[in-house]
C-alpha cells in the first residue's frame, strides 16, 4: 500500500475549504496551518497563467525529516504516510529545517506538527477531511498500488508534476496539469 494525494491546478479555485477543513478536524491552533494555498502566475504579459495549488505535506518515499529526526518522533506509518509522534519530539526543528516543502511548523505546546493525510479517517476507510469538503472535487486520494484508486486513475489520465524533483525526495503529492 502507497497512499498519495492528486491535485488537480485545472479545477482548485483556491477557494480554501481545504484549508479549513484541516484545521477544524485536526484541531490546528489558530494562525497555524497544515495545509495551505499557493497562487501562482507565469509568464509575462500578456501571456500569463495562474495556477492556484493545494499544498500539504508530500509524504515522501525517501523522508528527509524522517532521517534527521533525533529522536524517532517523524517516522513512516503503513501506507507511506509520513507521522510525528507528538510525545516523542523534542521540538528541535531538525525535521523543520530538512523539508524542501516547508510543510511543518512548531506547534504551540513544543512538538513538531504537520498534515498526517488524515490517517484517523483513512484507518477508517474515510478520505481526509480535504478531499470530502473541496468543492470542485480537485483532490484525489488513495492507494497508488491499487490501479482502480481515485488517485491512480487520475495520475493514468493527465500529466502531472511534483514539486521541488531535483530534491530526490520521491514525492507522494502529484500536481495534475
Known sequence: MRYAMAIDTKKCVG????VVACQTENNVPHGYCRDWIVESVDGTYPSLSLEFRSERCNHCDNSPCVRCC??????????GIVLVTHHKCIGCGACIQSCPYDARY?????YVD???FCIHRVEKGQNPA???VCPTHCLYFG?????NSDVSLALKDRKWKVLAPEAGTKPQLYFLT
Open 15 to 18: 477557494c480554501g475549504d481545504c
Open 70 to 79: 533525533p529522536t524517532g518522533a517523524s517516522h513512516k506509518a503503513e501506507g
Open 106 to 110: 512548531p506547534h504551540p505546546e513544543g
Open 114 to 116: 504537520k498534515c498526517t
Open 130 to 132: 480535504c478531499v470530502d
Open 143 to 147: 492507494d497508488l498500488d491499487d490501479p
